[in-house]
């Protein structure tokens, strides 16, 4: 399949970790729109969010419990941060692999991803 996080997840391209685990990876955003920008996927290809179903919704949980433990390790879970999963054409989405964007370190603007 021609993913580019299926791609990173294979480590056939580069990325900076901040967690891995059996179902779950999170990396630096290449291209950070705030002080903190962190992107955590599944390790199952799941193609947006309109693609979660009663079998594979289990790992949207987990992908929570690691976006607390990324915020307190990042230092914005005080402060405060923002979780974005941009969906389809109309939701802005470029890389067709789900993703969750943690974006933090700043007062964001309420029009950022
Ligand atoms: P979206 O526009 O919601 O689909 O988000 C895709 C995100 O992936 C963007 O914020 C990009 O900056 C980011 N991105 C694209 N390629 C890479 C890459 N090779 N490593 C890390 N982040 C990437
Ligand atoms: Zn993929």
């Not at 955590?40 to 690691?66: L, R």
Request: charged share 20%; net charge negative.
């Amino acid at each position: 399949m021609n993913c580019l996080f299926c791609k990173i997840i294979a480590g056939e391209i580069p990325s900076t970790k901040v967690y891995e685990d059996d179902r779950v990876l999170a990396f630096l955003d290449i291209s950070p729109a705030a002080p903190v920008h962190v992107l955590v996927i599944p390790k199952e290809h799941i193609t947006s969010a309109a693609d979660i179903t009663a079998e594979n919704s289990s790992v949207i949980a987990h992908i929570f419990e690691v976006i607390a433990k990324i915020a307190k390790e990042k230092g914005i879970d005080g402060d405060g941060f923002r979780v974005v999963s941009n969906a389809g054409e109309h939701g802005g989405q470029t890389v067709h692999h789900l993703h969750f964007h943690i974006l933090g370190g700043e007062k964001l603007s309420l029009r950022i991803c």
